[in-house]
């Protein structure tokens, strides 16, 4: 039977890693078998702007007292100052080695002011990415600040499982550990009662345990075990006593969009266990007896089962911080910043967050969104509006909402969008109606205005925004949309290519074709393609795939199975 999960379970599972990782403001994480790099790509990302100064850098910026009590706002959501992310698989499969390579690698800056494919980075970082298994110590690991192992542990071989815990909570030991799993008991749910089978708990689309100890039947042909919730609290519990940790939160995520028709929601449970870690603080001597009795243990563990040899560096990438970084220019600097760049987009009126991924902007302000905001407090010309009313009329005040508005009047013309034309054999400059004198208003044109007042292209009624100013014919009043009566300037010949005549409509068509059936794939119906780099069983019911091109990629709900962590 179809289950859906919205978002994604595989997403769900990373908000949660996410959340904790903004909440503790943790600056570096290592991804225990990282598979492609989802996590790693994700963490890569830099934050938009720096934490605020200290009092020490503001004295050093020689910040008016009077503008210190100004509020400069906080964010809605945290963001996070990674320094260093590492990530750790066996990477038996080359492709997932090359799309993990690539997830680390700064991304290329965009010319000209307006970069949307990145923002500037104002925190350097390091990434690197390591070849090997968790048995084999890593002394780099050691003391890493996070450790993230989100659908990893269900897929150690017996002889690798022993060294889990002891390795990355005895001998690392990070200040925080995250672990994800999928839940056993859930599997029921993408099934009916009628299905199960009492004796070999066989159903469609699952896969019988492979290691032969129970007849239990798995989302995912690599899964060595799955827990029941009892398991895995047994488990956690266990490990935390034994090297040193509390555990700060042990829940689940991921629930079906659909109702359960037998009501089965509060027996089964989520889909995924999630279990946060925290290192218990303690003297530093006590602390080396954990680590000194894992290293005991993941010896005597090595006379007994294969190890692998030393992890092996196949990839670096350092992400260096902007220049401009915690340089800024003068406050009047950035207000003439501020009123030229508003002058450029032919607008007074713009929203602070928007303004601020002008790369200009942000850079002369040396990465601090705060000297933005003071600023624009300090100029006669600027004003910041922190309060918005939304279409419903709702007050919205946080800073996201903020918006600058010019009051003053520009002393210059905005810059020319587009090349100046040449002169054409007459002498004479071009007269295309295409381009418009810098004097010209909406009613010196008769084509433009109609005599009929209230006639479509008059927009002597429309309201310029919280600053009345002259708008040119190109510039649409916030909250307009195009082909509605508001749109101050559509002819009847425009009309052809309106929404209502079909171009809206044939856009959503294709949305839906590619669209289609979104967020429904990661049910038990669902083919499960290649994952994890193990060689795939036959799903019960389910012919081999040719291809692993899927939106979904396991069972369990994994973006993608490309790690191996055995």
Known sequence: MRVTFIPPLFLQRRVWILDILRQEKVTEVLDVGCGEGSLLGTL?????????????????????????????????????????????????????LDFAKLSIQPPPQDAGPYGYNSCNRF????????????????????????????????????????????????????????ITTPNYTYNARFSTPSDLNSSEEV???????????????????????????????????????EWGYDIVEMTG???????????????????????????????????????????????????????????????????PADEAAYHPDSLDAIAASVTAALRDMGTRYVRLEELWFNKTISRICGGWLEMLVWAVERSPDLELRRREIDARGEDEAGRSYWHIEHTGLFSEPPTPLWPEFEHG??????????????????????AWSSSTEGAEGDISGIEAGPSTFV???????????????????????????????GWEHQAYEWGDEQDNGWGSGWGWEDPAPQGKGKERAHPIGHPRLESSASSTTGWDGDQSDGSDTS
């Open 471 to 501: 708008r040119g014919p190109a510039t649409k009043k916030r909250g307009d949309t195009l082909g509605t009566d508001m749109h101050g300037g559509w002819s009847s010949e425009d009309a052809e290519l309106s929404p209502a005549n």
């Open 44 to 96: 890569c990302q830099p934050a938009p702007w720096l934490d605020p100064p200290d009092a020490q850098t503001k004295k050093r910026l020689e910040i008016d007292p009077e503008l210190e009590e100004v509020d400069v706002g906080q964010d809605d959501i945290s963001n996070l100052h990674i320094s260093r992310v590492v990530g750790l698989d066996l990477f038996t499969s080359e492709q997932d």
């Open 253 to 319: 995520v991921g629930r079906a969009v659909e109702p359960d028709p037998w009501g089965r929601e509060k027996e089964l449970g989520s889909a995924s266990f999630v279990c946060c870690f925290g290192r218990k603080d303690m003297p530093s001597d006590d602390r080396q007896d954990f680590e000194t009795k894992a290293r005991k243990l993941v010896q005597k563990l090595g006379t007994q089962h294969d190890v692998g040899s030393a992890h092996e560096l196949v990839d670096n990438a350092d992400h």
């Open 425 to 446: 054999e007459d002498g004479e400059g071009d007269t295309s109606l295409d381009l418009i004198p810098p004097d010209w208003e909406p009613s010196e044109s008769e």
């Open 203 to 241: 159903r469609l689309g699952g896969y019988p345990d492979p290691t032969e100890r129970t007849n239990r039947v798995f989302r995912h042909s690599d899964h060595k075990f799955e827990w029941t919730e009892a398991e895995f609290q047994e488990y956690c519990t266990k490990v935390a006593s």
């Open 123 to 178: 925190d350097p970082m390091r990434a690197l990415l390591y070849r090997g298994g968790l048995e084999a110590i890593n002394e780099d690991f050691v003391n890493m600040e996070c450790i993230v192992a989100t659908e990893v542990i269900e897929h150690l071989h017996t002889s690798v499982l022993p060294f889990f815990a002891p390795v990355i909570m005895g001998v690392y030991h990070p200040r925080l550990f995250l």
